[in-house]
């Protein structure tokens, strides 16, 4: 084995040494050296893939290439680490991602949804409400009977697994047919 080739397997392993590390210690080995924020493209991941990547990939071309091994192996090497290290990042960037906030009561209000197990008066059944995107199944509570497969209004939400609902289609008859509320009296005192 060369020259070359020795240093570019110490360079493979060191960077898997600088994987397994930040695997174990990842939060507190970027503090102490100021490495990027996780999932950037200078954090200890990418730059200990690109090592690895680098080392691994020169040390076969320095071993099977016999005039200017130390040249060619690390054309190869930046060749093949450049799109390991952009993989790495484009990976921890998506497992890093943020999930939406769990909903809470009031974000119930005003939705609608549909009646999946029957409501009879004043008692409890099941609705489906898209929330985000997401069907969601709660407990429902009515005033009135609501069959199931009737779209229904939520008008309340004691809690996040409980909501009371009124026919979306007598809410809406009702709130078109309303009359305007009293115009104030004048107080003439």
Known sequence: MDTATIIYLAIGIGGTVLVAVSLLLGDIFEGLFGVGDGGGAFSLPVLAGFMGCFGYAGAITASVANDNAAVLGALVGVGVAIPGALGISRLLNSLMRQTD????????????????????ANKYGEVSIALGGHPRKVSALATTALPAGTKVTVIEAPSETLVVVVDAAANTASANTSTPPPAPSEDVS
């Open 101 to 120: 906030e769990t909903p809470t009561a009031t974000d119930y209000v005003g939705t609608t949804g549909i009646v999946i197990t029957a409501i009879p």
